[in-house]
């Protein structure tokens, strides 16, 4: 048994003082407040349950400084992004993915959803193990002692009715049925879940998205949904549909369903996603970063579609300024405040998007859970004079205000520093490992 006190700590019945918790087996089995903290690890400031980043491309943080020297749009980025995937090997992957993975948990993420589409060798040629990229995802994140749901993604056309280009044949495994029968050689554990995905509906055809769909019938599901105007009119022209539409028809959406972005949606597609209890996973820091568009989050959640958040691109890794995104990308397409409560952006950062990786039994602190504690500083510049409340971790706090991080009952981040890893020097190396004669 290991006991850790909290001064204040966010349970389910609101904030409390002096919460005493105690784990067993990576559970909470006891927690209790105004107690007296004894011999348990004191953590600091208010504590929070951990935090869920539900869409996660680990490669893409070696274009982060690098993408932003010129005018372009998401196809333009996407030339760059395709540079590092050309390159990566499964030993240079874990490289990359343990420093990412790293810099994730020191920012208070304890589970991530990696949408991992990067499958084979360059030219489509087959490692010897033929998941060895996604193994490689799966050793960093338990050796940073990151939860993985390792989101193995189908990718076989390189748009609506066109071929696979030179770094895409990478991704493709040829169609998917033959993707699914790689996919059903991954194991899961009790810190991994291998869930799938559809890259989207320009890269596995219409006809193909049903064997995506119930070739894990019970993980989790995700897709990108209408993250661009042009994905949108290429559906529209080639199946007289919307994106929604066509996930609808193929009976994709679901309440194990995550559309990722879900950007550009008509009132129809709102409601479909909605009706069917599909999440919408959002991650404004990338949807700003590649100018993508503002998504109708409201309009979505009074429709039934749960909200959760991820970093995607890595442009930015930090919870905090995703939740607080969502609510100030509204603010400015209404042109009105108050849209997204603190608490309900928290939810979308904590229970629900672990439950959307497959984690139900996480992001609450009580007995029973996974126990995840994250540490937020309320005496920082940021945060100092603002109270230990919601509203200050999600409108004040950001990933550099976290100082402690328990995982499981492990506590991994202390005093601000992963207890195992220098994350900036594994970055750098890793980073440099890739882009070297690739920088945009």
């Known amino acids: 048994m290991t006991a850790y006190w909290c001064p204040q700590a966010l349970l389910p019945s609101g904030i409390a003082s002096g919460v005493l918790v105690e784990v067993v087996d990576g559970r909470f089995t006891s927690v209790v407040a105004d107690a007296p903290a004894g011999d348990a690890v004191r953590l600091t400031g208010l504590v929070l349950p951990g935090l869920a980043n539900c869409h996660s491309h680990a490669f893409h943080r070696a274009l982060r400084g690098r993408t932003q020297t010129e005018r372009g749009t998401f196809w333009?980025?996407?030339?760059?992004?395709?540079?590092?995937?050309?390159?990566?090997?499964?030993?240079?992957?874990?490289?990359?993915?343990?420093?990412?993975?790293?810099?994730?948990?020191?920012?208070?993420?304890?589970?991530v959803g990696e949408f991992h589409y990067l499958h084979h060798a360059p030219g489509g040629r087959r490692y010897d193990d033929p998941n060895a990229m996604g193994e490689a995802l799966i050793a960093a994140a338990r050796d940073v002692g990151l939860r993985l749901t390792l989101l193995d993604t189908c990718y076989v056309a390189g748009g609506v009715d066109q071929p696979l280009n030179e770094v895409q044949q990478r991704f493709s495994d040829g169609e998917a049925?033959?993707?699914?029968?790689?996919?059903?050689?991954?194991?899961?554990?009790?810190?991994v879940v291998i869930g799938a995905a559809a890259h989207s509906i320009r890269g596995v055809p219409q006809e193909q998205l049903g064997t995506v769909a119930s070739a894990l019938p019970n993980a989790p599901l995700h897709i990108h949904l209408s993250e661009q105007v042009a994905e949108n009119a290429t559906s529209l022209e080639a199946y007289g549909r919307t994106p929604a539409q066509v996930l609808d028809e193929a009976g994709f959406l679901g309440p194990r369903t995550s559309a990722v972005h879900a950007t550009h949606l008509t009132p129809v597609d709102v409601g479909l996603l909605g009706a069917s209890a599909t999440y919408s996973?959002?991650?404004?820091?990338?949807e700003r970063d590649l100018a993508d568009g503002i998504g109708?989050?409201?309009?979505?959640?009074?429709?039934?579609?749960?909200?959760?958040?991820?970093?995607?691109?890595?442009?930015?890794?930090?919870?905090?300024?995703?939740?607080?995104?969502?609510?100030?990308?509204?603010?400015?397409?209404?042109?009105?405040r108050g849209h997204w409560t603190a608490s309900e952006l928290l939810t979308a950062a904590t229970v629900a998007g672990h439950r959307s990786l497959g984690f139900e039994d996480a992001g609450r602190i009580e007995v029973g859970a996974r126990a995840d504690l994250v540490g937020v500083t309320v005496d920082s510049v940021r945060t100092a004079g603002t109270g230990a409340s919601v509203e200050t971790a999600v409108f004040a706090a950001s990933a550099a205000d976290v100082v402690d991080v328990v995982v499981s009952g492990r506590h991994l981040v202390a005093s601000g520093n992963h207890v195992k890893l220098d994350v900036a020097t594994e970055l750098a190396a890793s980073i440099a490992a890739v882009t070297e004669g690739n920088a945009g």
């Open 76 to 111: 333009t980025w996407r030339e760059q992004m395709y540079a590092v995937a050309s390159v990566l090997t499964p030993d240079s992957y874990y490289q990359l993915a343990r420093a990412v993975y790293g810099e994730m948990l020191l920012s208070g993420i304890t589970a």
């Open 177 to 191: 049925a033959q993707w699914a029968a790689r996919v059903l050689d991954l194991r899961g554990s009790g810190d």
């Open 281 to 286: 996973c959002f991650c404004p820091t990338t």
């Open 296 to 336: 109708p989050s409201v309009a979505l959640r009074d429709a039934g579609s749960t909200l959760t958040l991820g970093s995607d691109s890595h442009a930015v890794i930090d919870l905090f300024e995703e939740m607080r995104a969502v609510e100030l990308n509204e603010r400015l397409a209404s042109q009105e």
